[in-house]
């Protein structure tokens, strides 16, 4: 008698199920609980890899491991910097051993959904930015319950008694969220990220019709309609980077993606964007710097009015400068980087950048930051690649790549690192519940291609096969 | 289609907007205020309108005889740093089950046993509500100056000279269980020429107001308690660290809750008040004349607490 084999791909339609689960689950944030999210990750990709290992190649793990390494090792590097003991606010040891864990099995849970043949990944868009959108409206009525319409612009220059004391920034640049379990005040520049991030799902708009879908196109509209709301409703000064860089963002991916014919100028809009922030990254750090050498680009730079506000005298080129001066001249290129809020370092209290391009330097140092860039570099190029050969839908294509797009971009430009306002607890970009989804969605953009043709063969029969059935 | 989308649209700001009530914008103020070198300016003054019982336009609706307290049957306290009041201490320890883990002197840098006093019966502690506005002060453990000065003291003003007649404030909640009231505070006298004119002594009549809610509005209940000798301009010089000598420059002042006559269930609003009886030399006795000077006189209060309440 031969014993029957268990396949556990039969039950591959649960875990898919269950992945979205966890992903509205993430949706909700959870006050940064990481250990929760790492241990929920941590058994997805347990259990996916149960119901896909078959599927899985040789070839396809060696192509993902040239994204998953240098995330690793930054995420490594990161769990290992001095920052999480050394930091006022630090998010603890056990927070920083989950650093590594939570990165590395997100990767890998998106990576093995990219195998289950079933999985709809329309549904995991609908059920993220789902989930995004009632946090969004909890917050939304929460702020509005506490404050009124446009109070960033009325309350400017307003504080409140808090235990005592006087609030360490006006009432104008807080807001309420539900943190966790509870409700909490936080900056306004972190409370905005989510319904920005909510606004990249405008993209869905462009290719979806109405007359074709109702139901998902009203959705879709009415998650554009409610970030877009709370974005005007708490308009100020401090998210007007934020709320630009959402319109640039998704107004060159929708150029990108929906003009097909003539490119090039696109392109070379892009990449001269990217040869313009590059020249600022390095003039930036070389004006940062004290050696004797760069003293004739420092003068050039202090003596040119326009140059000198974007180099010295800018609220964030200020705490940019530390970062980039600490960088080298404390010799803690490896992330050893103690200038945050040190009792020992450079700053007495060095807030962090509002951007996760510099943070990363303070919080994984100049190795971890740059492993985390090649890593992306990797990431962006597969998202390209499946752009142009999966044989997806191309609004599901679309939302992935405004989703991730959109979450680097803004987050590059207004992060908020301390989000709570009567707390110092210090959360890097690893452990925002967004960023972490962006590392799922590009690892399941390593989806073999085989499967993919497959999957459109299988498409194609089954159209054949309604055909039939209609005639 | 389009109209319907549009009405949708429309109800879901107007329900948004009918939220905005601007529940957390009651206690903002703009720049920072009674912390100002002008003593005058610094006196805390707001009354909350529904329970300024000084006012006609009010919403106390019935007021109870005024409690004179006995010192010895609501065991009083006034002093429990001084040698000379030891009664005072008999008082706290029977109103006060952890009396023997709690510290006074400390509040902001913890024992190396057992609590500090302040921090461990905050309000603040025992309930979120009371963490807001510029009221938050006297509920937030902080019991001494410390260096803080204004940031941390509410300076209150005398209701028979003046016109700063002290403060009265609604909480948002109630209090459903409470066993005793305390206070932390010491006295100040200043003129409007010179805020260095010496120590003196202080007699003072306290007058608190507990504004419970009824039904249409609240239930005035003004309990009084004569004060002697309360060291007034006294330096907090044996209080900075390390600890040299005992705090007689503060009154901790506390009684016990009666349930026959003063329970203060559906607690809702408290106001504080006081008489100045008498500002005199304490080795003369001579009462202190300004001359043709304004005098000002007030009470520096740190701390308000029901340790151990419960609120919903």
């Known amino acids: ?471 | 289609m389009k109209k319907k989308s549009l009405f949708k649209i429309l109800v879901f700001t107007s329900a948004v907007l009918l939220t905005a009530c601007g529940y957390g914008l009651k206690e903002v103020y703009t720049g920072i205020p009674y912390n100002s070198t002008n003593f005058e300016a610094n006196y805390y003054n707001v009354w909350d309108k529904a329970i300024n019982h000084n006012s006609g336009d009010n919403n106390i609706t019935e007021t109870k005889k005024e409690i004179e307290l006995d010192y010895e049957k609501d065991s009083v306290f006034t002093r429990l740093e001084n040698e000379d009041y030891e009664n005072d201490y008999k008082h706290f320890q029977a109103v006060e089950p952890s009396w023997d883990n709690y510290h006074y002197t400390y509040d902001k840098e913890a024992p190396e046993e057992g609590l500090a006093y302040g921090p461990a019966v905050a309000l603040k502690n025992i309930d979120n509500s009371f963490k807001y506005g510029v009221k938050s002060k006297l509920f937030d453990g902080q019991m001494f100056c410390n260096g803080d000065y204004q940031q941390s003291r509410t300076q209150v003003g005398p209701s028979n000279i003046g016109k700063y007649n002290g403060f009265g404030i609604q909480f948002s909640k109630e209090c459903t269980d409470s066993s005793y009231f305390m206070c932390n505070f010491k006295c100040s006298v200043v003129t409007d020429k010179s805020q260095d004119i010496g120590k003196f002594n202080t007699d003072l009549k306290i007058k608190l107001g507990f504004y419970l809610k009824n039904s249409e509005g609240y239930t005035y209940i003004p309990v009084t308690y004569v004060i002697e000798k309360v060291p007034t301009n006294s330096g907090d010089d044996h209080f900075m660290p390390p600890f040299s000598g005992r705090l007689t420059s503060y009154v901790c002042f506390g009684f016990k809750l009666n349930d026959t006559y003063l329970n203060l269930s559906r607690l809702a609003g408290f106001s504080f008040e006081y008489e100045l009886i008498d500002v005199y030399k304490p080795d003369t006795h001579k009462t202190f004349d300004p001359g043709e000077d304004t005098m000002f006189h007030s009470i520096m209060l740190y701390e308000v607490s029901l340790p151990h309440s419960t609120w919903h």
């Open chain 1, 1 to 471: 008698m031969t014993k029957k084999k268990f396949d556990f791909s039969t039950y591959a339609t649960v875990v898919a199920f269950l992945c979205l689960e966890v992903f509205a689950f993430l949706g909700f944030s959870l006050g940064h609980n990481y250990i929760l999210y790492g241990s929920l990750l941590t058994a997805l990709a347990i259990l996916l890899f149960i119901v896909t290992f078959r599927q899985i190649k040789k070839d396809g793990i060696a192509t993902y491991a040239f994204f998953l390494f240098p995330i690793f090792v930054f995420a490594l590097l990161s769990a290992l910097s001095p920052f999480i003991k050394d930091s006022d606010g630090t998010i603890g040891f056990a927070n920083a051993t989950f650093i590594p864990i939570t990165l590395l099995f997100t990767g890998l849970s998106g990576f093995f959904v990219g195998h289950i043949k079933g999985f709809d990944i329309q549904k995991l868009f609908l059920v993220i930015y789902g989930a995004l959108g009632l946090f969004v409206l909890i917050n939304f009525i929460i702020t509005m319950v506490y404050y009124v319409p446009f109070y960033p612009l009325i309350y400017s220059n307003s504080y409140i008694f808090f235990e005592g004391k006087p609030s360490p920034v006006p009432v104008g640049q807080t807001a309420y969220m539900l943190y966790g379990f509870e409700i909490m005040e936080v900056s306004l520049t972190y409370w905005s990220l989510y319904p920005l991030i909510l606004c990249t799902s405008v993209i869905a708009l462009f290719y979806i019709k109405y007359k074709d879908n109702k139901k998902v196109f009203l959705t879709y509209l009415a998650f554009v309609i409610l970030g877009a709301l709370s974005l005007i409703f708490t308009i100020s000064k401090y998210t007007l980077f934020g709320d630009l860089m959402l319109i640039l963002s998704m107004g060159l991916l929708i150029l990108f993606l929906k003009v097909k014919k003539s490119r090039k100028p696109i392109k070379i809009g892009l990449i001269v964007l990217l040869i313009l922030a590059f020249i600022f990254t390095i003039i930036a750090f070389l004006n940062a710097q004290t050696w004797s050498w760069v003293s004739g680009i420092k003068n050039a730079i202090a003596n040119n009015s326009l140059f000198n506000r974007i180099f010295n005298t800018n609220y964030y080129i200020r705490k940019i400068n530390v970062i980039l001066w600490e960088l080298f001249n404390t010799g803690k290129i490896f992330g050893s980087f103690v200038g945050l809020i040190s009792s020992t370092g450079y700053g007495a209290y060095q807030e962090p950048s509002g951007s996760w391009i510099f943070d990363n330097l303070l919080t994984s140092g100049l190795f971890g930051a740059l492993f985390f860039i090649f890593a992306l570099y990797i990431g962006i190029k597969q998202m390209i690649k499946y752009y142009q050969k999966s044989g997806e839908k191309d609004v599901n294509k679309a939302l992935l790549f405004a989703y991730v797009i959109g979450t680097l971009a803004i987050t590059a430009v207004a992060y908020s690192s301390k989000p709570l306002i009567y707390a110092n607890n210090l959360y890097p970009i690893y452990m925002f519940t967004p960023f972490i989804i962006t590392m799922f969605l590009i690892s399941y953009t390593f989806k073999p291609l085989e499967s993919q043709k497959e999957e459109n063969n299988e498409q194609a029969e089954v159209n054949e096969n309604e055909k039939e059935i209609a005639i």
